[in-house]
C-alpha cells in the first residue's frame, strides 16, 4: 500500500499569496497517478487535479500540479477567498486501494 | 446536471447492519465504476470501496473487508453498500463518488453530498 504525506499540516497564508502544498509517496507512483481534492468545510471534496498535472474541468487556472515518481506539488498561485479549505492528495496508480493523504489546511493568516 | 445522492444513513447499533444508497443522475450510469469513500468526524478522507461499471468487480480497503458489500443496480442508477457487523469505527460521513473509467479504479470527478453514519453502542 502506498502511503501519502502531505507537508506541511497547516499553512497560514493571506489573499493573493501563493500556496505550495506538498505530496510524498512512500514509494513511486505509477504513471504519475496522482489526484488532488478541495474540500471546504462542510462540503463535498471537489476534483481539482488529475494526472499529477491535468486541471479538471471548470477548474481556474491558478491551480496547477506537477511533480513525478514520489515527489507531487499542488501550486496555488494566487490566493483567492474561497481558495481557503482543506487539500488531499489521492494515488490510483498502484491500487487496490486507493489511498488518500492526510490533507492539509489553507487558512487566512 | 450530473449529481449523486446518498442516502440510508442514520444511527446503528454496534454489530448491526446498514445499507447505503446512492442515486445517480444526470449521466449514463452505466458507464462508470463508482466508489464509497468515508470521513471520520474531524479527520481525512478514507477510500472504502469500489464497483466497476457492470458490477464484476469489486474491491474493498481492509478496513471493511468481510463486513461491508457493495453493489449496484444500473436500471435504477443505485448503487449501494451493505454495512454488517459494523464497529464504532466506522463512524463517519459517507459518500459516493463516481470514477472516471469504466472497470478500474482511479480518479473521483463527481462527488456526492455525503450521508452521516452513527455507529452507537
Known amino acids: 500500500e502506498i502511503v501519502l504525506t502531505q507537508l506541511p499540516g497547516t499553512l497560514s497564508l493571506s489573499p493573493g499569496e501563493r500556496a505550495t502544498l506538498s505530496c510524498r509517496a512512500s514509494q513511486s507512483v505509477r504513471s504519475s497517478y496522482l489526484a488532488w481534492y478541495q474540500q471546504k468545510h462542510g462540503q463535498a471534496p471537489r476534483l481539482l487535479v488529475y494526472?499529477?498535472?491535468s486541471r479538471a474541468t471548470d477548474i481556474p487556472d491558478r491551480f496547477s500540479g506537477s511533480g513525478s515518481g514520489t515527489d507531487f506539488t499542488l501550486t496555488i498561485s494566487r490566493l483567492e477567498p474561497e481558495d481557503f479549505a482543506v487539500y488531499y492528495c489521492q494515488q490510483y496508480g498502484n491500487t487496490p486501494p486507493l489511498t488518500f493523504g492526510q490533507g492539509t489546511k489553507v487558512e487566512i493568516k | 446536471q450530473v449529481q449523486l445522492v446518498e442516502s440510508g444513513g442514520g444511527v446503528v447499533q454496534s454489530g448491526k447492519s446498514l445499507r447505503l444508497s446512492c442515486a445517480a443522475s444526470g449521466f449514463t450510469f452505466g458507464r462508470f465504476a463508482l466508489h464509497w469513500v468515508r470521513q471520520a468526524p474531524g479527520k481525512g478522507l478514507e477510500w472504502v470501496a469500489f464497483i466497476s461499471s457492470d458490477g464484476n468487480t469489486e474491491y474493498f480497503a481492509d478496513s471493511v473487508k468481510g463486513r461491508f458489500t457493495v453493489s449496484r443496480d444500473n436500471s435504477k442508477n443505485t448503487m449501494y453498500l451493505q454495512m454488517t457487523s459494523v464497529r464504532a469505527e466506522d463512524t463517519a460521513f459517507y459518500y459516493c463518488a463516481r470514477d472516471r473509467g469504466h472497470d478500474a479504479p482511479h480518479f473521483m470527478d463527481v462527488w456526492g453530498t455525503g450521508t452521516p453514519v452513527t455507529v452507537s453502542s
Open positions: 494526472g499529477a498535472s
